[in-house]
């Protein structure tokens, strides 16, 4: 997993709320097995019109936004589907800070699990970060994992929060799966008292009914 | 297994029973009893695990099956789409090489996972059930605790049997009275969507009681909790009573005879305790729901049927501007009525109303009657199990005698990843549960209404209010 420790980059605004995963990534660029290789099909109803040309209209198609590491956005943001191709994406692209009032709740830890740094912040600060996102000389931003700071092109810092064990995992990344596999003792003693509610289900399930 | 002695949500008490141990902060490991496995979200989770060399946990707690890109039609000829295609594959070699039980597509069992679940008696009260789909809150229409989880989630899922989770708030959703006739639990899951927003329940857990709610069939309990993450919600749940057990009973993975008497009784335990906590209620009165209708891009955007299309100019900068954008999308105009909207396409499908109650709903209403013009009418029922039960039924007859299409189980055109899509511009009557911009396909415009309402859609060509029908 890619770590997360301080990052110096463009921020781009999105003031819309509501980004849907559909939107983040549409359901038509699910179709692979890979994670690789989505950042340029991010955003695409967005980004591109009908013939697939890019629109000059949308941020991210121009400078300095186009090579954007931050994205700022509004309320709910990631709503909709579980599907890590969405921060998969962003990531791809290079957006490894998401700014916002507020998180759908499996986007937010699917984030976590991609070395993408969610950031929860008041609407007014928000707010301001967007006007300065908005403005090509004002837009670069630094972001302090560790000391949990956004320093604004004029040198002020806001502080934001995070649970302790996510930053670790940012700051360090982590194997969870490894971390679990050391408690498989526990795991077996589980399922031993656990009542058989829940049989095995049959490999030739397909056979049924 | 935890004792305590404050009264405690039926959340609580399957998440204190599933705790295998602490971890850091708040997290735990909580034990998953049902893993379901789909053909998109699971070929990184597969590929990661054979990179670390690791091996599927419980193959028997797991299952797998092909249901978002499936074509609809011609299922004995191979997938036409490439990516569609090896995307399934995928699904197939992983299955084989992990051990994991599969259910083919030419097999009966066969169809979207969150129908299968509950066809095949796998989703059983109490459980943990999750799946990398955010509609697997379904399942907790049975008094489960089921959640979606992304891809890594998959994986930990698949080597471990356990996720690391925090736990969730506790929302409760109590519905007084009785519905209405010809309003259904789609009409009151979209009623309260709009009524607490997509946000509304954002790190909650709900759970939805009251005289409305036991009143429910299985079908439209699932509807219900199908459409909480709709709300926000990580899950819905209801608790199990009489109405579940008839449900469960006789299903091939349910408890047959004195076992079945023996899970009864600890499934009666199964229920909020009486003055249990909740971060938060909401009252709804049923007598108050009427059909609903989608006008927007978000399922909150949402209406009676009598109702008109918002105002964007009576309303907030931020609100106005979403409005605005929402009316250009869907090709609105500001204060129109719903009723009398012409429509294109009806699809009558997806997890949230694709069960054989749905279908019986819809036919009811079409029975006899035909098509209007120019609309193509798509029913896409939920698994191969509901399709023969509905042929079984004569309903495949109704439908197809009316001018629908009937169709090969799958997700279809809920998310048109196959080639069931709409067109740019197209309107669609659909009883889906997402109205997101391009969810259809490219440029489509979709309402979100119940099966009755989409099936009277159909019919006359534009949105019609059910309960006028003659
Ligand atoms: S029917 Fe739609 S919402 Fe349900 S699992 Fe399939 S794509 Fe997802």
Redesign the interface.
């Known amino acids: 997993m890619q770590i997360f420790t301080t990052l110096t980059a463009v921020a781009a605004a999105l003031p819309v709320a509501n980004i849907d995963t559909d939107k983040i990534l549409s359901g038509e660029h699910l179709k692979t097995i890979g994670r690789h290789g989505l950042g340029t099909k991010l955003f695409s109803m967005l980004r591109y019109d009908e013939r697939g040309d890019e629109r000059p209209d949308f941020v991210l198609n121009r400078d300095p936004w186009r090579s954007a590491g931050i994205l700022i956005s509004l309320e709910n943001f990631g709503c909709g589907s579980s599907r890590e191709h969405a921060p998969w994406a962003l990531a791809d692209f290079g957006l490894r800070c998401i700014i916002a009032p507020s998180f759908a709740d499996i986007f937010y830890a699917n984030c976590f699990k991609n070395g993408i740094l969610p950031v929860v912040l008041a609407r007014r600060v928000v707010d301001a970060l967007m006007l300065d996102a908005s403005d090509g000389r004002r837009a670069r931003m630094h972001i302090d994992l560790p000391a949990q700071t956004i320093t604004r092109w004029n040198g002020e810092q806001i502080e934001f929060d995070i649970a302790p064990d996510r930053k670790q995992a940012l700051l360090f990344g982590r194997d969870e799966i490894a971390e679990t596999l050391e408690k498989a003792a526990a795991i077996s003693c589980w399922e031993q008292v656990a009542s058989l509610i829940a049989v095995d289900i049959p490999v030739d399930i397909g056979a049924y009914p | 297994?935890t004792h305590t002695d404050y009264p405690r949500t039926l959340f609580q008490k399957i998440w204190d029973r599933h705790v295998?141990?602490p971890?850091?902060?708040?997290?735990v490991?909580l034990?998953i009893?049902?893993h379901l496995v789909n053909e998109?979200?699971s070929?990184?989770a597969f590929?990661g695990l054979r990179i670390?060399g690791?091996t599927v946990?419980?193959?028997?707690?797991?299952?797998a099956v092909a249901d978002?890109?499936v074509p609809t039609t011609d299922r004995d000829r191979p997938i036409a789409?490439s990516?569609?295609r090896?995307?399934v594959a995928?699904l197939e070699r992983n299955v084989a090489e992990f051990?994991?039980?599969?259910?083919?597509l030419l097999?009966?069992?066969?169809g979207i996972v969150h129908v299968i679940g509950p066809d095949?008696g796998?989703t059983?009260p109490?459980?943990t059930i999750v799946c990398?789909?955010?509609h697997t809150s379904t399942h907790g229409a049975f008094g489960a605790l089921a959640f979606?989880?992304?891809?890594?989630?998959v994986?930990?899922v698949l080597?471990?049997?356990?996720l690391?989770q925090r736990p969730a708030k506790n929302m409760l959703v109590k519905v007084a009275g009785k519905l209405p006739n010809g309003v259904t639990a789609k009409d009151l899951i979209l009623a309260i969507v709009g009524r607490i927003g997509?946000?509304g329940a954002?790190?909650h857990v709900i759970e939805y009681a009251g005289e409305a709610i036991d009143a429910l069939d299985m079908a439209g309990r699932m509807t219900v909790c199908n459409m909480s993450i709709e709300a926000?919600a990580?899950a819905g749940m209801i608790a199990p009573d009489e109405v579940t057990f008839a449900y469960l009973n006789g299903r091939?993975?349910v408890?047959h005879g004195a076992a079945f008497e023996r899970?009864k009784a600890?499934w009666l335990a199964l229920r909020s305790d009486e003055g249990a906590s909740y971060d938060h209620q909401i009252d709804i009165d049923a007598a108050d729901v009427e059909p609903m209708v989608t006008w927007g891009t978000?399922p909150e955007a949402v209406t009676s049927v009598r109702g008109r299309v918002p105002d964007p100019t009576a309303l907030g900068p931020?609100a106005r501007?979403?409005v605005e954008?929402a009316l250009d999308y869907m090709g609105l105009l500001p204060g129109s009525s719903l009723k009398g909207l012409p429509i294109d396409v009806v699809f009558i499908g997806s997890c949230t109303n694709s069960r054989i109650e749905d279908l019986r709903s819809a036919a009811q209403i079409v029975r006899g009657r035909q098509v209007a013009g120019a609309v193509r009418a798509l029913v896409v029922p939920g698994s191969g199990?509901v399709k023969a039960q509905a042929e079984a039924e004569g309903l495949d007859r109704i439908f197809k005698a009316a001018g629908f299409e009937w169709r090969e189980p799958g997700c279809s055109m809920c998310?048109?990843?196959n080639p069931d899509r709409l067109r740019?511009g197209e309107r669609c009557a659909s009883t889906s549960n997402?109205n997101?911009?391009?969810?259809q396909g490219?440029?489509g415009r979709t309402h979100l209404m119940s099966p009755a309402m989409a099936a009277a859609a159909a019919l006359f060509g534009h949105i019609v209010d059910v309960r006028e029908l003659p």
């Open positions: 297994m295998v141990a971890a850091d902060g708040d997290n490991v034990y009893d049902r998109v979200t070929p990184q590929e670390a690791r946990r419980r193959p028997g707690a797991t299952i978002h890109n789409d990516d569609s090896a995307q995928t051990g994991v039980p599969y259910v083919p097999s009966r069992a066969q095949l796998l059983l109490g459980l990398g789909d955010s979606g989880i992304g891809t890594s989630e994986e930990h080597a471990t049997q356990t690391i997509t946000a954002n790190g926000g990580r091939p993975m408890p899970a600890e978000s931020d501007r979403q954008r199990q998310l048109g990843m740019p997402r997101f911009e391009g969810r490219p440029g």
